[in-house]
């Protein structure tokens, strides 16, 4: 993990937030690599969820909403973790993550001998006997309005989830789309975690990809629109490059599933710091839409076109997070070998396609060319790149270590022939191509997993 934190620092892909200040807990800046990163992982899973799927929209709802949204979904009264404080230290906790920690409802028992995470010492609630737990709010508070003492308070939201079920009515009204049917979602939530940590995975600001798949509301349909979307999830991760043997499923048991859910399970990725969830995927059931045609009023039913019965449809949810996602896309792809450090992404997530160099930077002849060729493969591709310094050994080792799949090499043969040397990243192999098929050979190497 330091070895990744390191990276990412050092070649630009994560920073830590407002690192010249000291930092502020729980928030990351991505930087020039990682911003490219994060935005193809997006990309990706807008094609697979929303471009290519005939039943499926997508939208993008506000970050503030009106605060009644949150009482209707129940996150001002059930949005919560368990927070403990250790009597030594003083530093707080959540009670659920501290291994010998029971959580029961809202107490916790510490079992002799555990360590307080914050290390060094024995946990210490004041008791050995069950204590009472705070339930602690995760969702984060603002203030909108220019008057002082007249400021009406709003939530940044914890979940984007809510912003789509708003809106099933807008939707419905003002598209063909039928039952059954999904919107997509990605952009930004917000928590106050009570610890933030392990990089990435556990932020205060962090970016969800979300599908509101709805449904008939019916027991076989639950069944296999669950099914269903717990496959395409994990394919969907697999067919990005991500190792079979790394993933697995977990099944939440029924009391640890969240106030909504008639069934959940969660996407687990096996990390240097254990079996973690990236995204969840979740039986809502008519839980979101009955509770806003509630507290609205606005009717949430859905009128089947052909028949003309009418119901309030069920959701099933996958919520992933794209944070957690690109971390682990990071990790899995990080390869030591004896010579060169490795990032083995697949070529659709890598920052930059194709690195392009002149043979050498002093021949004005060479650099014209290879800048000719890399402006036009910049126009086409977007995510290319230019390198001139050292020796060729030296920009391949380079590329190799931020993923970039092929680099250009524009020789004195080039000059000649008006070919050029592509060497590809995991086989270390080099062919000469001629410059008239560069284009077309990129594109084919990124649409052929598509
Ligand atoms: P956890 O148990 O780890 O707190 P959760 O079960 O509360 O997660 P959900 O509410 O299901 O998470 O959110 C869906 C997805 O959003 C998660 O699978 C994760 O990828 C992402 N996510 C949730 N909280 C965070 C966070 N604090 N930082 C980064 N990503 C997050």
Redesign the pocket.
Request: charged letters at 30%; one cysteine or more; hydrophobic letters at 35%.
């Given at each position: 993990m330091d070895k990744i934190v390191s990276l990412c620092k050092r070649r630009g892909f994560v920073y830590p937030g407002s690192e010249i200040y000291g930092g502020l807990g729980?928030t990351w800046d991505y930087g020039p690599l990682g911003v490219a990163l994060k935005r193809h992982v997006k990309n990706e899973w807008w094609k697979t969820n929303v471009l290519y799927r005939e039943d499926a929209v997508g939208m993008d709802a506000a970050i503030m909403m009106n605060p009644k949204v949150w009482e209707a979904s129940g996150h001002t009264e059930a949005f919560s973790d368990p927070l403990i404080e250790c009597k030594t230290c003083k530093k707080r906790f959540r009670a659920d993550q501290i291994p010998g920690v029971l959580v029961q409802d809202d107490r916790g028992k510490v079992p002799a001998g555990t360590l307080c995470p914050s290390g060094g010492h024995e946990l210490d609630v004041g008791s050995i006997e069950w204590v009472p737990i705070r339930k602690f709010n995760l969702l984060v508070k603002s203030y909108l309005g220019v008057v002082e003492g007249q400021q009406s308070e709003v939530f940044l939201r914890g979940?984007i989830t809510q912003g789509v079920h708003v809106n099933f009515r807008n939707i419905l009204d003002s598209t063909r789309i039928k039952v059954p049917f999904g919107v997509g979602q990605i952009g930004k939530?917000f928590?106050n975690?009570i610890t933030?940590g392990n990089f990435?995975?556990?932020?205060?600001e962090?970016e969800?990809m979300e599908m509101q798949f709805y449904i008939r509301p019916d027991d076989e349909e639950g069944r296999k629109w669950f099914d269903y979307w717990k496959e395409q999830r994990m394919s969907w991760y697999t067919s990005l490059g991500i190792q079979k043997e790394k993933l697995r499923f977990r099944d939440h048991e029924p009391d640890e599933r969240?106030h909504y859910a008639r069934a959940a399970t969660?996407v687990e990725y096996n990390s240097p710091f254990g079996w973690?969830?990236?995204?969840?995927i979740?039986h809502r059931g008519d839980w979101d839409l009955t509770r806003h045609q509630k507290y609205s009023g606005v009717d949430m039913k859905y009128r089947d076109p052909d028949s003309g019965e009418e119901f309030v449809p069920w959701v099933i949810e996958t919520?992933?997070?794209v944070?957690?996602?690109t971390l682990f896309f990071l990790i899995d792809a990080y390869k030591e070998e004896e010579k060169r450090v490795v990032l083995q992404l697949d070529p659709r997530l890598s920052p930059y396609k194709v690195a392009v160099f002149p043979l050498v930077a002093n021949k004005p002849q060479l650099v014209e060319k290879a800048k000719k060729i890399f402006s036009e493969l910049k126009h086409s591709l977007l995510a290319v790149t230019w390198d001139d310094r050292g020796n060729i050994g030296k920009r391949y080792y380079a590329q190799d270590e931020i993923g970039t799949p092929w680099c250009v090499t524009i020789d004195y043969q080039t000059l000649e022939d008006d070919t050029v040397t592509v060497r590809d990243r995991d086989t270390t192999g080099q062919e000469r191509l001629n410059i008239a098929n560069l284009l077309a050979y990129f594109q084919s190497q990124l649409e052929k997993n598509d």
């Amino acid at each position: 993990m330091d070895k990744i934190v390191s990276l990412c620092k050092r070649r630009g892909f994560v920073y830590p937030g407002s690192e010249i200040y000291g930092g502020l807990g729980g928030t990351w800046d991505y930087g020039p690599l990682g911003v490219a990163l994060k935005r193809h992982v997006k990309n990706e899973w807008w094609k697979t969820n929303v471009l290519y799927r005939e039943d499926a929209v997508g939208m993008d709802a506000a970050i503030m909403m009106n605060p009644k949204v949150w009482e209707a979904s129940g996150h001002t009264e059930a949005f919560s973790d368990p927070l403990i404080e250790c009597k030594t230290c003083k530093k707080r906790f959540r009670a659920d993550q501290i291994p010998g920690v029971l959580v029961q409802d809202d107490r916790g028992k510490v079992p002799a001998g555990t360590l307080c995470p914050s290390g060094g010492h024995e946990l210490d609630v004041g008791s050995i006997e069950w204590v009472p737990i705070r339930k602690f709010n995760l969702l984060v508070k603002s203030y909108l309005g220019v008057v002082e003492g007249q400021q009406s308070e709003v939530f940044l939201r914890g979940e984007i989830t809510q912003g789509v079920h708003v809106n099933f009515r807008n939707i419905l009204d003002s598209t063909r789309i039928k039952v059954p049917f999904g919107v997509g979602q990605i952009g930004k939530a917000f928590r106050n975690e009570i610890t933030p940590g392990n990089f990435t995975f556990r932020s205060r600001e962090f970016e969800q990809m979300e599908m509101q798949f709805y449904i008939r509301p019916d027991d076989e349909e639950g069944r296999k629109w669950f099914d269903y979307w717990k496959e395409q999830r994990m394919s969907w991760y697999t067919s990005l490059g991500i190792q079979k043997e790394k993933l697995r499923f977990r099944d939440h048991e029924p009391d640890e599933r969240a106030h909504y859910a008639r069934a959940a399970t969660d996407v687990e990725y096996n990390s240097p710091f254990g079996w973690k969830e990236f995204e969840g995927i979740h039986h809502r059931g008519d839980w979101d839409l009955t509770r806003h045609q509630k507290y609205s009023g606005v009717d949430m039913k859905y009128r089947d076109p052909d028949s003309g019965e009418e119901f309030v449809p069920w959701v099933i949810e996958t919520s992933g997070g794209v944070d957690r996602a690109t971390l682990f896309f990071l990790i899995d792809a990080y390869k030591e070998e004896e010579k060169r450090v490795v990032l083995q992404l697949d070529p659709r997530l890598s920052p930059y396609k194709v690195a392009v160099f002149p043979l050498v930077a002093n021949k004005p002849q060479l650099v014209e060319k290879a800048k000719k060729i890399f402006s036009e493969l910049k126009h086409s591709l977007l995510a290319v790149t230019w390198d001139d310094r050292g020796n060729i050994g030296k920009r391949y080792y380079a590329q190799d270590e931020i993923g970039t799949p092929w680099c250009v090499t524009i020789d004195y043969q080039t000059l000649e022939d008006d070919t050029v040397t592509v060497r590809d990243r995991d086989t270390t192999g080099q062919e000469r191509l001629n410059i008239a098929n560069l284009l077309a050979y990129f594109q084919s190497q990124l649409e052929k997993n598509d």
